[in-house]
């Protein structure tokens, strides 16, 4: 017996209307507002340029960010772009970072965005990303975030980023970074891809009606690999995510838009095999949808369960065959 493709989409688009429905608020109510309390945050921080062509697509960064967060009815900082004629003059943006993140609201419940647009340095010990003035190094955004237990988003767009994934991983935190090693150097264009990704309705590949993290991280990686094809050369920046915690990043080409299509190979010295990111990044989002907004806190935890679900058994549908693999 073979299922039809018309049959199984008319089945599982009623499962997902009905389940949307009593999502719903009813008949002329609405959806309580959201408070200060569960409200995200977002800081964006730009680099020094170092030289005038990059100012343009810093700046143009910020202002894709700010349309977001407009969108989200989400308050959004910008470090790095006032007309500071002494870079070293106190506060410098070191400083303002660092005095952003003491006050933050301590009781909320909202996620913390963090986006870096800028340069990356590596000496083979330690990565910077290049502010002006003093740099912030991972061991400053690590202590800085210690005593923040609000979820912690952070997307360092540059070069040479990914010993921020390493020392900022941990639990309940979304880490995402340009690079797969600090040894990538070169100027990295992942930082202005994902800045247009949360901006645009183009990044929703699941045509839900919004942006998660997960999606924008994949588009932008896309966007980002299409330019360096267009142009005939060798990528040098390969985007990495982490939000497992396990300090593991996985890179874009593991997923065919959100689905999972690799999987990490065993270790070849023996230990644990890491285990593929975006459980958690596919299902955060800067703008939620009016059908996200309207779900309960219940309805929210039961879609999680039967996402992890359905995920498990795609990976199981060779083995199972059609009838059994459709019937479940």
């Given at each position: 017996?073979?299922?039809?493709?018309?049959?199984?989409?008319?089945?599982?688009?009623?499962?997902?209307?009905?389940?949307?429905?009593a999502?719903?608020?009813?008949?002329?109510?609405?959806?309580?507002?959201?408070?200060t309390?569960?409200?995200?945050?977002?800081?964006?921080?730009?680099?020094?340029?170092?030289?005038?062509?990059?100012?343009?697509?810093?700046?143009?960064?910020?202002?894709?960010?700010?349309?977001?967060?407009?969108?989200?009815?989400?308050?959004?900082?910008?470090?790095?772009?006032?007309?500071?004629?002494?870079?070293?003059?106190?506060?410098?943006?070191?400083?303002?970072?660092?005095?952003?993140?003491?006050k933050?609201?301590?009781?909320?419940?909202?996620?913390?965005?963090?986006?870096?647009?800028?340069?990356?340095?590596?000496?083979?010990?330690?990565?910077?990303?290049?502010?002006?003035?003093?740099?912030?190094?991972?061991?400053?955004?690590?202590?800085?975030?210690?005593?923040?237990?609000?979820?912690?988003?952070?997307?360092?767009?540059?070069?040479?980023?990914?010993?921020?994934?390493?020392?900022?991983?941990?639990?309940n935190r979304?880490?995402?970074?340009?690079?797969?090693?600090?040894?990538?150097?070169?100027?990295?264009?992942?930082?202005e891809?994902?800045?247009?990704?949360?901006?645009?309705?183009?990044?929703?590949?699941?045509?839900?009606?919004?942006?998660?993290?997960?999606?924008?991280?994949?588009?932008?990686?896309?966007?980002?690999?299409?330019?360096?094809h267009?142009?005939?050369?060798?990528?040098?920046?390969h985007?990495?995510?982490?939000?497992?915690?396990?300090?593991?990043?996985?890179?874009?080409?593991?997923?065919?838009?959100?689905?999972?299509?690799?999987?990490f190979?065993?270790p070849?010295?023996?230990?644990?095999?890491?285990?593929?990111?975006?459980?958690?990044?596919?299902?955060?989002?800067?703008?939620?949808?009016?059908?996200?907004?309207?779900?309960?806190?219940?309805?929210?935890?039961?879609?999680?369960?039967?996402?992890?679900?359905?995920?498990?058994?795609?990976?199981?549908?060779?083995?199972?065959?059609?009838?059994?693999?459709y019937?479940?």
């Amino acid at each position: 017996m073979k299922i039809s493709p018309a049959l199984l989409f008319a089945g599982l688009w009623s499962l997902l209307v009905g389940f949307t429905r009593a999502a719903e608020p009813a008949a002329g109510s609405r959806s309580a507002p959201m408070t200060t309390d569960t409200r995200d945050e977002v800081l964006v921080i730009i680099g020094a340029p170092g030289e005038d062509t990059f100012a343009p697509g810093f700046t143009t960064a910020a202002k894709n960010w700010q349309a977001a967060c407009d969108r989200a009815h989400v308050t959004c900082t910008v470090i790095g772009l006032d007309d500071k004629k002494d870079p070293a003059a106190a506060p410098t943006d070191r400083d303002r970072v660092q005095d952003w993140l003491k006050k933050l609201h301590p009781g909320s419940a909202g996620n913390v965005w963090i986006a870096y647009v800028g340069h990356g340095t590596f000496d083979g010990r330690d990565a910077r990303m290049n502010l002006r003035g003093p740099d912030i190094l991972p061991a400053d955004l690590a202590a800085w975030l210690k005593p923040v237990t609000r979820p912690v988003i952070f997307i360092h767009g540059g070069s040479a980023s990914y010993p921020f994934l390493t020392a900022l991983s941990a639990p309940n935190r979304i880490i995402i970074t340009a690079t797969r090693a600090g040894q990538e150097l070169s100027y990295t264009r992942f930082g202005e891809r994902f800045a247009e990704a949360v901006a645009s309705d183009d990044a929703d590949l699941d045509q839900d009606g919004q942006v998660s993290l997960l999606e924008a991280f994949v588009f932008a990686a896309q966007k980002v690999q299409g330019f360096y094809h267009d142009e005939t050369r060798m990528l040098s920046e390969h985007a990495t995510l982490d939000d497992n915690g396990d300090k593991n990043g996985t890179q874009a080409d593991f997923y065919k838009g959100t689905r999972v299509v690799k999987q990490f190979q065993a270790p070849r010295g023996g230990g644990p095999t890491p285990t593929v990111d975006g459980k958690r990044a596919r299902l955060v989002t800067l703008a939620p949808s009016d059908v996200e907004r309207a779900m309960s806190a219940a309805q929210l935890g039961q879609r999680e369960k039967l996402e992890v679900q359905l995920e498990r058994l795609r990976a199981q549908k060779t083995a199972l065959g059609d009838v059994a693999y459709y019937a479940q």
